[in-house]
């Protein structure tokens, strides 16, 4: 924490425009101040506590040094004091250029006349400014080689404006000080007088006559003697009228000289010393006349630029930094922190006005990207946050550009900054106009901003959105003559480099059950998946690999066969237990058996294959767990929790009700025995369902299923809805078996914290079927029958999810749901798709769960309606915490959407 200071109730600030007239900064129409005070009542609700508002000298002080206008300065004040607001006076001793709202404020047009008549020791104009290492002059900033002729100035005009409050010195809590080029303490080292802009290296700006003159004192008071600075310097010079500053013949920056020689590192510290003491006499100055007049509560702010590029440039590490003059160099300068900001805050804040100074340092909502200008802006923050932390200093956070406030990565970066990483005391956003004009994210963020603050969540914010996209089924899937080639592998790898830059983070590859162990029990062929892998990772992307104990084939869009290994049946068949190859196949209520995957009935014989498969998976891969974003698990077809309903071995397909998978010999065993167990003895059985059965051989599921739909008899009858709860429960209990196998296999390994993940459809169609409602549901398993049962949510999906993710295990599970992508459709199949994505994510949101969303076929992404439908089911209240798109390479083939939406979605929603 701050020393001296409480992070509870933390401020946020935003900053005025820099005119209140947009147009021009002498004309201010009524209209302009009407929509300067909606804008500032809509801060207010949406809870800013202080506005900063620029002053700027050359505005008040415009003609004559004695002729003050605070006319402006005093209606915002008013405007701000009727909505109860704070009013924060940036008082502003630079030139300002906004291009985009074509706005100018120069400095006070008697400024530099006045100077050049009245001091004596300045020569001409080019004393007054920074003149850079190409002979450009700024006119930005009164160069600081003369702060012994303008301090005065801006003290006499922080005296005048204090005057202003003599009568309510209470409301005046902060002023922010200028001290240098956009009102930061730094050079004009890129700005737009010369070349020095963004991202390169920077000019230095200390080529003025005075500035000269002050190098050449700092050498003769630290060498006293030409004869020690020759030898330091390795120079031959024959007295200090021949020390220079660096040109060509003596470039500091080339070989790293500023940190390599005693010459470069002279030139850096006298530099940064110049600043430093600049910032120390501005802080000095304005507590001066605060105290002067009694304003001994009041605090002083200022403003560092973050300077975040060439940071980790290994030719020239830090150089942007040196030449905007914040920091020092010295002989182990890299790009790590080494205390550099402590250093120079340590000689520009007075340790008697420490605990009274508040920094405001920009660009916060920048991120490190090496890859862009070697910029470290996520770490330059925080050696400023633990700087300002260690000295007891304020410190408020400020985005660098108006445009980071449209965009939710900047918005995720400074939450990140504010609550998790660094203590702030609280932040400042530039400015209003972006924050209302057109700009529903930053007024969304900034509630949320806002209420963090207000409750001082030291913590992480919400859960970044996650984007991943699946693989194709086999990367031989590509090919038209269904071979593995290397146009295949080129293929996959041109489009692993595409979804990188959409913002995906991961890529969901089938682990095929049936393709690695094709050829026997203690046989396994990783080598497909090596390969995957190693060109995942090569790509700077992470994988989910689903451990698939189901066949590919058969289902939508499936366009590629892999049976499971065929040795499995054989194998299983050996257990006395098994009469014949049906009793370890789902068994329909036509007779139709199904072959995708094992029945659940059979999981006591096939749980110890899966559970050796897992195991051999874990040791095999265990040097990409750092990757592996989350295990998934089969559960059954299509690797989805449900039974094979509406697959391809019969009728059951979509949108028909589909069929009960449950008359397996197995499956009819376990259902007479659930029924004794839950009943205890046939009389109560009798009483139950209206029967006259004499024992249990006589207990049998439904023989015309049908009527057993038709009739509602699976609602409206104790017997129907007994066949459905024991069908459903089958299903819960071979979900939770499957899933604590994965648990118990990579909880005690390199993926103990690695979520384990599994699949439930969106069994969307037939929900409000008035003749069959929910019909579909209850064939796949997902949901149990009751009296009530409807087109309406009764809380089945919490009913279902709550009995497999238990209290002790949702830490560790991760929920997949199918349909985001869909609407509710009466007319289609009685489609309620939209209706079910809101319940099982309400169910996820009581439950605690996890819930990953996914669309169900690739279709409406070639349309916008179907990417519109996905982005309101990721940002309702109660959401999906991200997105897996079905697939890579329906993404690539969509002429008009797809990629590009993809792509747009991510950077809309990632935070």
């Keep these: 924490m701050l020393t001296g200071l409480k992070t509870s109730n933390r401020l946020v600030e935003v900053t005025a425009p820099l005119s209140v007239n947009l147009s021009n900064l002498q004309e201010r129409s009524e209209q302009e101040w009407k929509q300067f005070e909606q804008w500032v009542k809509e801060m207010k609700q949406l809870g800013v506590q202080d506005v900063v508002v620029p002053i700027f000298w050359g505005r008040v002080n415009e003609e004559d040094r004695r002729d003050f206008d605070w006319s402006y300065c005093l209606r915002v004040k008013r405007i701000l004091e009727s909505h109860r607001m704070g009013f924060v006076p940036e008082l502003c001793f630079h030139f300002i250029y906004a291009s985009q709202l074509n706005q100018v ?273 996520g770490d330059l923050s925080g050696w400023i946050a633990d700087a300002a932390n260690k000295l007891g200093i304020g410190l408020v956070a400020e985005n660098g550009v108006s445009d980071a406030l449209y965009h939710n990565r900047s918005w995720d970066q400074m939450e990140k900054m504010l609550f998790r990483e660094v203590p702030f005391h609280g932040v400042n956003l530039k400015s209003i106009q972006t924050l209302m004009e057109e700009n529903p994210i930053g007024r969304q963020r900034l509630t949320r901003m806002v209420e963090g603050l207000k409750n001082d969540l030291s913590t992480v914010p919400k859960r970044k959105r996650v984007f991943r996209v699946m693989g194709p089924l086999h990367v031989k899937a590509t090919s038209h003559r269904k071979l593995l080639e290397d146009e295949q592998w080129f293929e996959f790898d041109r489009q692993l480099k595409l979804i990188k830059e959409t913002g995906v983070t991961a890529v969901s590859i089938d682990v095929w059950w049936g393709l690695v162990q094709a050829n026997g029990e203690n046989s396994y062929d990783w080598r497909y998946y090596d390969t995957i892998v190693r060109k995942i990772r090569s790509n700077g992307l992470n994988w989910v690999p689903i451990l698939s104990f189901h066949q590919a084939g058969g289902n939508v869009n499936d366009d590629f066969l892999q049976l499971i290994p065929l040795w499995v049946w054989g194998k299983l068949m050996e257990y006395p237990e098994i009469k014949c190859i049906s ?91 659930w029924v004794v167990d839950y009943y205890q ?132 599970l991760e929920l997949h749901f199918t349909c985001l992508e869909k609407y509710n459709m009466d007319y289609k199949g009685y489609s309620r798709a939209e209706d079910l994505v809101i319940w099982m994510a309400e169910a996820a949101y009581v439950l605690g769960v996890e819930v990953m969303g996914e669309n169900a076929t690739p279709h409406e992404l070639l349309i916008k309606e179907g990417w519109e439908q996905v982005e309101r089911a990721l940002t309702r209240e109660k959401s999906y915490k991200g997105l897996t798109v079905l697939r890579m390479q329906d993404l690539m083939s969509a002429p008009e959407y797809g990629l590009a939406s993809f792509k747009e979605l991510i950077q809309k929603l990632s935070y």
């Design 681 to 812: 003895d046939i009389e109560s059985v009798n009483k139950a369902w209206g029967t006259h059965i004499k024992d249990e051989e006589e207990i049998h599921l439904p023989a015309d299923v049908d009527a057993f739909f038709t009739s509602k008899d699976y609602i409206h009858t104790v017997y129907g809805r007994n066949v459905i709860e024991w069908y459903n429960r089958s299903l819960v209990k071979h979900g939770r078996r499957v899933l604590q196998q994965a648990l118990d296999v990579f909880g005690t390994s390199e993926y103990r914290e690695t979520p384990i993940g599994f699949k439930i459809p969106g069994i969307h169609w037939n929900i409000s079927d008035p003749e069959m409602p929910r019909s579909s549901e209850i064939t796949a398993g997902l949901i149990a029958s009751h009296e009530n049962l409807s087109a309406k949510n009764h809380g089945e999906y919490k009913e279902f999810l709550g009995k497999i993710v238990t209290p002790d295990i949702k830490d560790r």
């Design 105 to 377: 404020q120069t400095l006070p047009e008697w400024l530099w006349g006045e100077l050049l008549i009245t001091q004596s020791k300045v020569e001409k104009i080019s004393d007054l400014k920074y003149v850079s290492e190409t002979g450009e002059k700024s006119s930005e900033y009164v160069s600081l080689w003369s702060d012994e002729y303008v301090v005065p100035l801006y003290q006499e005009f922080i005296h005048e404006f204090l005057k202003l409050f003599q009568y309510n010195k209470e409301d005046l809590r902060k002023i922010i000080i200028s001290m240098g080029p956009s009102g930061e303490l730094r050079y004009p080292s890129f700005d737009l007088h010369d070349w020095g802009g963004y991202p390169n290296r920077g000019t230095l700006q200390c080529y003025s006559r005075l500035a000269k003159k002050s190098f050449v004192q700092y050498v003769m008071d630290k060498y006293g003697a030409i004869e020690a600075v020759n030898e330091a310097w390795d120079r031959i010079m024959n007295n200090f009228g021949q020390v220079e500053l660096p040109d060509r013949n003596y470039d500091i920056f080339k070989d790293k000289a500023y940190i390599n020689t005693q010459y470069g590192r002279d030139v850096v510290n006298w530099y940064h010393s110049c600043l430093v003491e600049h910032g120390n006499r501005m802080l000095t100055a304005s507590f001066k006349e605060l105290d002067n007049l009694f304003f001994n509560h009041a605090k002083v702010g200022f403003r560092i630029a973050g300077v975040h590029w060439k940071i980790s440039d290994p030719v020239e590490p830090r150089v942007a930094e040196i030449t905007s003059g914040i920091i020092d160099t010295h002989e182990k300068l890299s790009y790590y922190d080494q205390g550099e900001y402590v250093t120079a805050l340590e000689k520009i804040v007075p340790e008697e006005y420490r605990d009274r100074t508040v920094l405001h340092f920009t660009c916060v909502e920048k991120e490190n990207k090496d890859h862009k200008g070697y910029s470290r802006g």
């Design 583 to 673: 009793d370890l196949q789902y068994v329909s209520e036509t007779g139709d058996a199904s072959i995708e995957y094992v029945s659940l009935w059979a999981d006591r014989f096939v749980m110890p294959y899966y559970r050796k498969f897992m195991e051999a998976f874990r040791d095999h891969y265990s040097e990409f767990a750092d990757m592996t974003e989350e295990v998934n698990v089969s559960l059954g077809p299509a690797g989805e929790l449900r039974y094979p309903s509406y697959n391809a071995h019969d009728w059951g397909d979509y949108p028909n009700r589909g069929t009960l998978q449950c008359y397996s010999r197995l499956a009819k065993e376990s259902f007479r025995k």
